[in-house]
């Protein structure tokens, strides 16, 4: 495995961190003051519009899109993507700004890949131009959904159409004033063969009996002005070509679009957590208790090498994980990527939980960034499907491969 970034990478990464450093780190504060206003609540910051266009312009924008979808993008690999990711990810909302912001990203991966010329001229080209933003709808709240064969919401055909019913939550980007088409996974066919009884199905955002129940917090955080919604579905009426690749292959699509998202996650969380890691060095070095600064205790070092430890073991296997994916596809990276998806969010989680120890009660609060990393951490162990089930997949791939022998 070669790690080293092409020269195109290396100029993407000194432009990306050039663009952080003076336009995204000064106005952090800010934006989370915005956002967490009440009276902003479902409102976008003012700045985001600006930053939007200002890395439009400087060619910061789609960098998550490979090389055949090199004229929406800046064509890059998930590996060539990585290091990207993970400069984003030092910043909650920063991806937004850049276009690379979840669920976007796969949504937009599912048009280019299965979605028909009609559905990228109506949906994927004003998602790729920023005008618009969407949601995923999968997760439904009375089944255990990280099996994905247990989702209930239907979809019938009737005529020219399809009649859409059922309920789902943690549907992210849903409250975003921008949004406008969801991404529907449910039922075609019960009867069917259980990995192919799904479908996949595109849903206008003001179709008649889309229905917002209520917005979803994350420790007591809307994560505005995208959130994260409980929907119902109430007898919606789509057209029939609204339907994804066809009847039957929402299972394959899903398979398709959550390995690179389970990447990009991982990616970010490690950005994450390496800036975890900074301050916590700072913070170390410039605190004084007992009549001597953190950084000369002996338990705050060795948190501090275990940190550094854990992060590169993750970016490692995370590029490793990059590569296999880029080089042989998703069903043959399947493993890496169940790796992954187990080690990084807990690593994010547990070295920001250290950081917040050694900054004490300032570590709890808005004045640093490590309450929305922590959260962030935790609410991916179980997005994308939990820990537990990454790892009975995994183990279950291991053993099959290595009782053979």
Not at 36 to 47: A, E, G, K, M, T
Request: proline share 5%.
């Amino acid at each position: 495995m070669n790690f080293n970034q092409t020269d195109k990478v290396v100029e993407l990464t000194r432009k990306l961190e050039n663009f952080m450093a003076e336009n995204v780190y000064p106005i952090e504060h800010e934006y989370e003051q915005f956002v967490r206003n009440s009276n902003n609540l479902w409102v976008v910051p003012p700045v985001v519009k600006t930053l939007k266009e200002k890395a439009k312009t400087e060619g910061l924008w789609n960098l998550f899109l490979p090389e055949e979808y090199a004229d929406y993008s800046a064509g890059l690999s998930n590996l060539e993507y990585a290091p990207l990711a993970e400069i984003m990810g030092r910043v909650e909302f920063s991806s937004d700004l850049f276009n690379c912001n979840a669920p976007d990203t796969g949504n937009m991966e599912v048009l280019a890949r299965y979605g028909t010329d009609e559905q990228k001229k109506n949906w994927l080209k004003p998602l790729l131009n920023g005008d618009i933003r969407s949601a995923f709808l999968m997760t439904e709240p009375d089944v255990a959904s990280s099996d994905a064969t247990n989702i209930e919401c239907s979809i019938v055909k009737d005529g020219d159409d399809y009649i859409v019913n059922g309920r789902k939550w943690w549907s992210t980007g849903v409250y975003h004033p921008q949004c406008k088409v969801l991404i529907v996974m449910g039922k075609t066919d019960p009867s069917a063969p259980r990995h192919i009884q799904q479908s996949m199905i595109l849903i206008p955002m003001d179709a008649a009996g889309v229905q917002l129940v209520r917005p979803l917090e994350v420790f007591g955080d809307l994560h505005s002005p995208q959130g994260h919604g409980e929907v119902l579905l109430d007898n919606v009426r789509v057209p029939a070509n609204n339907i994804l690749l066809g009847e039957g292959r929402g299972f394959e699509i899903a398979q398709g679009r959550l390995g690179p998202g389970r990447i990009h996650h991982c990616m970010r969380l490690i950005g994450g957590a390496q800036r975890a890691l900074e301050l916590m060095c700072s913070r170390a070095e410039s605190r004084i208790a007992f009549g001597k600064k953190l950084s000369d205790q002996g338990v705050v070092r060795d948190q501090i090498a275990q940190s550094a430890c854990e992060i590169e073991q993750a970016r490692l296997l995370t590029l490793s994980a990059a590569d296999k994916l880029d080089k042989h596809g998703n069903k043959e990276a399947k493993d890496a990527i169940a790796m992954i998806k187990v080690i990084v969010p807990s690593m994010a989680q547990q070295v920001t939980d250290r950081a917040i120890q050694i900054f004490g009660g300032m570590g709890l609060c808005q004045d640093t960034p490590l309450p929305g990393i922590f959260g962030y951490a935790r609410y991916v162990r179980l997005a994308d499907g939990p820990d537990e089930v990454h790892s009975s997949q995994l183990g279950k791939l291991i053993i099959n491969r290595y009782s053979k022998i």
